[in-house]
């Protein structure tokens, strides 16, 4: 049996994002008050915080200002206020101006900020206060005590394993983390969160947790530019590439220095299987008004990731013995409103007032930290999931049912026609291919020209997400069933995974001779965006985490 080093600590933080850091720097910040002295540990499975962070983003700073209120003076990464909002809808050719701008969408004010700065900021803030960060450490599994129920920290993942799981000689043995109470920050569809599930029925009685994939990139410009005598510096796009059927949309944001973040967001919902995600971004991108905002431009950096948008009736429960669920892991989005940072910061806030009972009655019981669940229901951001509980699924209707849902959705606070309406999972909805779905296909996407600069290919935006992975380690994508790939999946859908992930992945090869078929994967290509198991129509395919420090190693997205 391998021996573990064992750490301990109070209070240990899984997840150097938004929610975590924001809980941890709160967390201290009460207990100095207090003068109590806890040991409050967070673990980042980044080569650094931050490494790992992507999002749009537009931040709303009320949960910022309660946390940091002199947030500007302290050095916030802010890169742009929002001085105005510009809605189009795009045709193939052409855009519209939308002249309502939906009131969860008006951001002026608010700043545009790259959520790799921001999570980097909030860690200095968090280690001057005593939080002990250790960035490179992937939490692999949960621990529990000998009830098999109470949680009681995580152990990190081994590092020097060759690719068929074996010691090598330069073997590290993964840490046994121990902590009164455990912090799950891991961002949407968290990997122990899933491991948590299967033992303590946390999302038992909840909506099925829905997700989007998104793609970003930053892009430097000329210093003359679009943004550079626009009222408005904050875009969004509804329509093409996509029909409204899709629940998709785009984004275009000022940074600063010549920079713009471009993106587009895609519900994973659809039923079309051979819709590929980063081929929708190119068209995106190619349409004349973007092309427009971008022209001459170089992108710098690209990535992808996942984002729950399945509002607060998919919630999990919040609290179990030893633990506390926050941020995009437990559905802390406001789906209408496209944003998540405030509220996942807000959430961490809140477990940390959570913990600290806990810990001035000297229980770490469910029953205990349960409070937290309380302490949501009680704030505002209650108020902000609430409003977008239903969103979800009535974005997955069809049009015009959809249109029908949203709008009486927007005058009544997100109750709708029906409260708590239903929805399938995204693995579920993928049709079965259709007989001139290659065809199709190929009309839709055809070859693309790529410049190497504003246009760049998968592998290219690997390249630029600066994503690395130790080549000899075990495959920390698992994949149950081979023949399941190459048999049913390939005739039913055409190897979807193909063409949902955006790294290039999965790659199914058929022999010219004896057109024998194979999946071949590339791991090392892998952004962590999750897309592949949330959208594997079989549910086949299981995202662990690779050595720590492995991944993208993003710095402005």
Same mark, same amino acid.
């Given at each position: 049996?391998?021996?573990?080093?064992?750490?301990?600590?109070?209070?240990?933080?899984?997840?150097?994002?938004?929610?975590?850091?924001?809980?941890?720097?709160?967390?201290?910040?009460?207990?100095? +008050?207090?003068?109590?002295?806890?040991?409050?540990?967070?673990? *980042?499975?980044?080569?650094?915080?931050?490494?790992?962070?992507?999002?749009?983003?537009?931040?709303?700073?009320?949960?910022?200002?309660?946390?940091?209120?002199?947030?500007?003076?302290?050095?916030?990464?802010?890169?742009?206020?929002?001085?105005?909002?510009?809605?189009?809808?795009?045709?193939?050719?052409?855009?519209?101006?939308?002249?309502?701008?939906?009131?969860?969408?008006?951001?002026?004010?608010?700043?545009?900020?790259?959520?790799?700065?921001?999570?980097?900021?909030?860690?200095?803030?968090? *280690?001057?206060?005593?939080?002990?960060?250790?960035?490179?450490?992937?939490?692999?599994?949960?621990?529990?005590?000998?009830?098999?129920?109470?949680?009681?920290?995580?152990?990190?993942?081994?590092?020097?394993?060759?690719?068929?799981?074996?010691?090598?000689?330069?073997? *590290?043995?993964?840490?046994?983390?121990?902590?009164?109470?455990?912090?799950?920050?891991?961002?949407?569809?968290?990997?122990?969160?899933?491991?948590?599930?299967?033992?303590?029925?946390?999302?038992?009685?909840?909506?099925?947790?829905?997700?989007?994939?998104?793609?970003?990139?930053?892009? &430097?410009?000329?210093?003359?530019?679009?943004?550079?005598? !626009? #009222?408005?510096?904050?875009?969004?796009?509804?329509?093409?590439?996509?029909?409204?059927?899709?629940?998709?949309?785009?984004?275009?944001?000022?940074?600063?220095? $010549?920079?713009?973040?471009?993106?587009?967001?895609?519900?994973?919902?659809?039923? $079309?299987?051979?819709?590929?995600?980063?081929?929708?971004?190119?068209?995106?991108?190619?349409?004349?008004?973007?092309? &427009?905002?971008?022209?001459?431009?170089?992108?710098?950096?690209?990535?992808?990731?996942?984002?729950? +948008?399945?509002?607060?009736?998919?919630?999990?429960?919040?609290?179990?013995?030893?633990?506390?669920?926050?941020?995009?892991?437990?559905?802390?989005?406001?789906?209408?409103?496209?944003?998540?940072?405030?509220?996942?910061?807000?959430?961490?806030?809140?477990?940390?007032?959570?913990?600290?009972?806990?810990?001035?009655?000297? !229980?770490?019981?469910? *029953?205990?930290?349960?409070?937290?669940? @309380?302490?949501?229901? $009680?704030?505002?951001?209650?108020?902000?999931?609430?409003?977008?509980?239903?969103?979800?699924?009535?974005?997955?209707?069809?049009?015009? /049912?959809?249109?029908?849902?949203?709008?009486?959705?927007?005058?009544?606070?997100?109750?709708?026609?029906?409260?708590?309406?239903?929805?399938?999972? @995204? !693995?579920?909805?993928?049709?079965?291919?259709?007989?001139?779905?290659?065809?199709? #296909?190929?009309?839709?996407?055809?070859?693309?020209?790529?410049?190497?600069?504003?246009?760049?290919?998968?592998?290219?935006?690997?390249?630029?997400?600066?994503?690395?992975?130790?080549?000899?380690?075990?495959?920390?994508? /698992?994949?149950? @069933?081979?023949?399941?790939?190459?048999?049913?999946?390939?005739?039913?859908?055409?190897?979807?995974?193909?063409?949902?992930?955006?790294? +290039?992945?999965?790659?199914?090869?058929? !022999? &010219? @001779?004896?057109?024998?078929?194979?999946?071949?994967?590339?791991?090392? +290509?892998?952004?962590?965006?999750?897309?592949?198991?949330?959208?594997?129509?079989?549910?086949?395919?299981?995202?662990?985490?690779?050595?720590?420090?492995?991944?993208?190693?993003?710095?402005?997205?």
């Amino acid at each position: 049996m391998t021996r573990r080093e064992q750490i301990e600590f109070d209070v240990l933080f899984v997840g150097g994002g938004p929610a975590n850091l924001a809980g941890a720097v709160h967390l201290m910040q009460l207990a100095r +008050n207090k003068n109590l002295d806890l040991e409050v540990g967070l673990i *980042e499975k980044g080569a650094n915080v931050g490494s790992h962070a992507l999002s749009g983003a537009v931040l709303n700073p009320i949960a910022l200002k309660e946390l940091v209120a002199n947030y500007r003076e302290a050095g916030c990464p802010i890169e742009k206020d929002v001085r105005g909002d510009e809605f189009y809808f795009l045709t193939e050719r052409s855009q519209y101006s939308v002249p309502f701008v939906p009131r969860y969408m008006k951001n002026k004010g608010f700043h545009v900020i790259s959520l790799s700065r921001f999570v980097r900021w909030l860690a200095a803030i968090a *280690e001057d206060l005593g939080v002990n960060i250790f960035p490179g450490f992937a939490g692999k599994e949960p621990l529990y005590d000998q009830d098999g129920k109470t949680v009681v920290g995580v152990r990190t993942g081994d590092k020097g394993l060759d690719k068929d799981g074996q010691p090598k000689a330069n073997f *590290e043995p993964g840490v046994d983390i121990i902590a009164k109470v455990t912090v799950l920050g891991e961002g949407a569809k968290g990997s122990l969160l899933r491991e948590l599930s299967k033992k303590l029925n946390i999302f038992s009685g909840k909506v099925p947790q829905t997700f989007e994939t998104g793609i970003k990139e930053v892009i &430097e410009l000329p210093e003359k530019n679009y943004f550079a005598d !626009s #009222s408005a510096n904050d875009i969004h796009t509804l329509g093409y590439p996509l029909k409204l059927d899709i629940h998709s949309g785009g984004f275009v944001y000022e940074m600063k220095d $010549n920079r713009v973040t471009l993106g587009l967001v895609v519900g994973l919902g659809y039923e $079309n299987p051979m819709l590929d995600l980063y081929e929708e971004f190119l068209r995106f991108k190619r349409h004349p008004f973007v092309r &427009e905002i971008i022209t001459g431009g170089r992108v710098i950096e690209q990535g992808a990731r996942v984002i729950g +948008n399945g509002g607060y009736y998919t919630v999990p429960k919040l609290a179990v013995d030893g633990a506390v669920f926050v941020g995009a892991t437990a559905s802390m989005q406001n789906p209408p409103a496209l944003k998540g940072i405030h509220t996942s910061m807000k959430s961490g806030m809140l477990a940390a007032e959570a913990i600290l009972e806990a810990f001035s009655k000297g !229980s770490f019981t469910q *029953e205990t930290l349960s409070c937290y669940r @309380d302490m949501i229901e $009680n704030s505002w951001l209650k108020q902000e999931l609430h409003v977008g509980r239903n969103f979800a699924q009535a974005v997955a209707k069809k049009m015009p /049912i959809k249109l029908v849902h949203l709008g009486i959705q927007y005058l009544t606070g997100g109750r709708g026609v029906i409260d708590r309406m239903s929805i399938q999972k @995204d !693995s579920g909805s993928l049709r079965s291919l259709k007989d001139d779905d290659l065809e199709t #296909s190929k009309q839709r996407y055809g070859k693309h020209e790529y410049d190497e600069a504003l246009f760049v290919d998968k592998l290219t935006g690997v390249y630029l997400s600066k994503t690395q992975h130790r080549e000899d380690q075990p495959c920390h994508l /698992i994949v149950h @069933d081979l023949n399941l790939c190459v048999n049913q999946c390939f005739d039913t859908y055409q190897s979807p995974c193909t063409r949902f992930c955006p790294g +290039n992945v999965y790659e199914m090869e058929i !022999s &010219e @001779d004896t057109h024998e078929k194979k999946l071949r994967l590339n791991p090392s +290509n892998c952004l962590h965006c999750k897309t592949c198991e949330v959208k594997d129509p079989y549910g086949n395919i299981t995202w662990t985490c690779p050595e720590g420090g492995d991944g993208p190693g993003y710095t402005v997205l």
